[in-house]
């Protein structure tokens, strides 16, 4: 009931196409879900977060679109350059709840 | 500070021994969560303080496990008799008020090595 399923666990993508990365979740008192990139060394940084009354977000390159009905949100990141080559989380946080539900992460690679 | 400092950056430790983790965060945030990172694993929950107090330490793996937030700031994760599955990065995030409004702001994080 607590998880985030994230998929793919690994990504290559070439420079200027589109990066898409899914997750799935079961509990239905998430109600924000945020996505985190984390670049090797550091830790992770927000990227982008959701409500689910909302079925798209858009700030530049980076999308979320989320499904309610499906319970699943994926990230898109348009005209991927370089510098996005980091590991993807993406997160959900229960109703009254402090604490985030992070997914497996995914390790992004974009060629150049 | 500018951002949330966690020391120390690496660790190797004995199996056995105890360690100390430190967690300095942003002067005036009030929430602060500790985590572990597992090798290819995600972000695994330990422990959550608001103020000096843990209303959320539902994380925490084992009774080896203790955390403690003295004056609203700094944080201290304590490990005992260390095993080799301790091994991760712990990180530290803090938060200026509810998560959902804010976000956290995480540190580098602390790599822990058990042999």
């Keep these: 009931q607590q998880q985030?399923?994230?998929?793919?666990?690994?990504?290559?993508?070439?420079?200027?196409?589109i990066s898409i990365i899914n997750c799935a979740y079961e509990n239905t008192a998430f109600d924000y879900f945020?996505?985190?990139?984390?670049?090797?060394?550091?830790?992770?940084?927000?990227?982008?977060?959701i409500r689910p009354d909302v079925s798209e977000k858009k700030e530049g390159r980076?999308?979320?679109?989320?499904?309610?009905s499906a319970k699943q949100f994926s990230l898109h990141i348009m005209d991927s350059q370089p510098g996005d080559s980091a590991t993807y989380?993406?997160?959900?946080?229960?109703?009254?709840?402090?604490?985030?539900?992070?997914?497996?992460?995914?390790?992004?690679?974009?060629n150049p | 500070g500018a951002g949330v400092s966690q020391s120390p950056s690496n660790k190797v430790t004995e199996k056995g021994k105890d360690v100390e983790l430190r967690c300095d965060p942003?002067?005036?945030?009030?929430?602060?969560?500790?985590?572990?990172?597992s090798l290819g694993q995600g972000l695994e929950f330990l422990i959550?303080?608001?103020?000096?107090?843990?209303?959320?330490?539902?994380?925490?793996?084992s009774?080896?496990?203790?955390?403690?937030?003295?004056g609203g700031s700094v944080s201290t994760l304590t490990i005992q008799r260390t095993q080799q599955e301790d091994s991760a990065v712990y990180l530290c995030a803090s938060s200026l008020g509810q998560a959902v409004v804010y976000g956290y702001?995480?540190?580098s994080g602390t790599r822990l090595t058990v042999v």
């Design chain 1, 4 to 17: 985030v399923k994230q998929s793919p666990q690994s990504l290559i993508v070439q420079k200027g196409g």
């Design chain 1, 34 to 49: 945020p996505w985190y990139q984390q670049f090797p060394g550091k830790g992770p940084a927000l990227l982008i977060a």
């Design chain 1, 62 to 68: 980076f999308t979320i679109s989320f499904n309610k």
């Design chain 1, 89 to 110: 989380f993406c997160a959900a946080r229960s109703q009254g709840a402090q604490k985030l539900v992070f997914g497996q992460g995914t390790r992004l690679t974009i």
């Design chain 2, 26 to 37: 942003i002067s005036g945030h009030t929430a602060l969560y500790w985590y572990r990172q």
């Design chain 2, 48 to 61: 959550y303080f608001q103020g000096n107090s843990a209303p959320d330490k539902s994380g925490l793996p």
């Design chain 2, 63 to 70: 009774d080896r496990f203790s955390a403690e937030r003295t």
């Design chain 2, 105 to 107: 702001t995480f540190g």
